[in-house]
T-cell receptor, first 109, second 115 residues
């Protein structure tokens, strides 16, 4: 049974800092891993998708890496801004998509 | 370009009532999913479908039924609603070749309250 864990559950950092969010999964037989952002009371916004054959993906200030053999992914956010405050969710896919519980990020102005 | 559309967006039910949530996608995706989201719990998979006419149980299937009679629609039914089913429900779809999945696209969510 696939289990996805995100650490930390919550994080507060001053504006401008670089930060790393972690995601681990128990079954490495995945097709892809996707990072999402969710603002309070809103839906999910897809940030980055990494196929199982890839090692990383970048979009603007975001960089996500995938180490399938060790069951780990990281989301790196450079030069954080208050607008980055949200919950970040990691999801792994085989024939179904399983989510972690998320990391609540608060960027302090 | 509609993507994934959920109907309704909000609903209040009395305990014991039944209802159906509709998810429609216009991207010709094979895979469709229903999730519920409760505070601090992330998204938990209720049921999913890997193609028209197929359904499978997810992590929390009890109290729910689903049907995928048409490729573009995935219905989630609550036969006898309970207060524990108060939640936000999300539908998603993706395309799969069997060895690779595309990005998953999500609906805007349905906020259901059972009183």
């Amino acid at each position: 049974k696939q289990e996805v864990t995100q650490i930390p559950a919550a994080l507060s950092v001053p504006e401008g800092e670089n930060l790393v969010l972690n995601c681990s999964f128990t079954d490495s037989a995945i097709y892809n891993l996707q990072w999402f952002r969710q603002d309070p009371g809103k839906g999910l916004t897809s940030l980055l998708l990494i196929q199982s054959s890839q090692r990383e993906q970048t979009s603007g200030r975001l960089n996500a890496s995938l180490d399938k053999s060790s069951g780990r992914s990281t989301l790196y956010i450079a030069a954080s801004q208050p607008g980055d405050s949200a919950t970040y969710l990691c999801a792994v896919a085989d024939d179904k998509i399983i989510f972690g519980k998320g990391t609540r990020l608060h960027i302090l102005p | 370009n509609a993507g994934v559309t959920q109907t309704p967006k909000f609903r209040v039910l009395k305990t014991g009532q039944s209802m159906t949530l509709l998810c429609a996608q216009d991207m010709n995706h094979e895979y469709m999913y229903w999730y519920r989201q409760d505070p601090g719990m992330g998204l938990r998979l209720i049921h999913y479908s890997v193609g028209e006419g197929t359904t499978a149980k997810g992590e929390v299937p009890d109290g729910y039924n689903v049907s995928r009679l048409k490729k573009q629609n995935f219905l989630l039914g609550l036969e006898s609603a309970a207060p524990s089913q108060t939640s936000v429900y999300f539908c998603a779809s993706s395309y799969s070749t069997g060895s690779m999945n595309t990005e998953a696209f999500f609906g805007q969510g349905t906020r259901l309250t059972v009183v």
